[in-house]
């Protein structure tokens, strides 16, 4: 199984700043790796696939880079609503689909 | 508008069972591998099971191999989670997610959520 590592687990950074997530996996996934941001009381949403693909309806703010063992979730610049926690997820050897512990994004 | 509504969900004893169902509308239900992913209290998120768009393939974290059945019904657009023999460590909100048309594991739209709590 594929263990995934987000790092920071908490990230606090101030509306207009730039956030950089990490996630780092335990063995190569490609590029098969994917961002979710979580909002308390609701549902994942999905921002990124494929590493660095923007789902639809998704802010130009939020790019993804990365392959193999390393990736990063960049916020460009902090909406208030960005604020979320956000969790990555493997596809690249499966099952188990696999997601990290999550980074907290929180309000500085 | 795609649409996902979990129900289900309950308080049940350590031992019991619990049937989930999901209901989905606003695409092509036929078309696509659905997933069921889970989040205990205040943790992170577990992908649990998924099934092939015609039920020919099921796949399930091994947590739950033996004890939970993922199934589907085309004809009602409907998924389902039959949980057997659960644990204290079951308890969780139970999304139901959909397959992406790029690929099964890219889960695009989440339901709302059912709450499963395994307490006696």
């Not at chain 1, 700043?17 to 990490?22: G, I, K, N, Q």
């Not at chain 1, 909002?39 to 990124?48: D, E, F, S, V």
């Not at chain 1, 969790?87 to 689909?97: I, L, M, T």
Request: with cysteine; charged share 15%; glycine share 10%.
């Amino acid at each position: 199984e594929i263990v995934l590592t987000q790092s920071p687990a908490t990230l606090s950074l101030s509306p207009g700043e730039r956030a950089t997530l990490s996630c780092r996996a335990s063995q190569s996934v490609r590029s098969y790796l994917a961002w979710y941001q979580q909002k308390p009381g609701q549902a994942p949403r999905l921002l990124i696939y494929d590493a660095s693909n923007r789902a639809t309806g998704i802010p130009a703010r939020f790019s993804g880079s990365g392959s193999g063992t390393d990736f990063t979730l960049t916020i460009s610049s902090l909406e208030p609503e960005d604020f979320a926690v956000y969790y990555c997820q493997q596809r690249g050897s499966w099952p188990p689909y696999t997601f990290g512990q999550g980074t907290k994004l929180e309000i500085k | 508008e795609v649409q996902l509504v979990e129900s289900g969900g309950n308080l049940v004893q350590p031992g019991g069972s619990l049937r989930l169902s999901c209901a989905a509308s606003g695409f092509s239900f036929t078309t696509y591998w659905m997933n069921w992913v889970r989040q205990a209290p205040g943790k992170g998120l577990e992908w649990v099971a998924n099934i092939q768009h015609d039920g020919g393939e099921k796949n399930y974290v091994d947590s739950v191999k033996g004890r939970f059945t993922i199934s589907r019904d085309n004809a009602k657009n409907s998924l389902y989670l039959q949980m057997n023999s659960l644990r204290a460590e079951d308890t969780a909100v139970y999304y139901c997610a959909k397959g992406s048309i790029a690929a099964a594991g890219i889960f695009d739209y989440w339901g709302q959520g059912t709450l499963v709590t395994v307490s006696s």
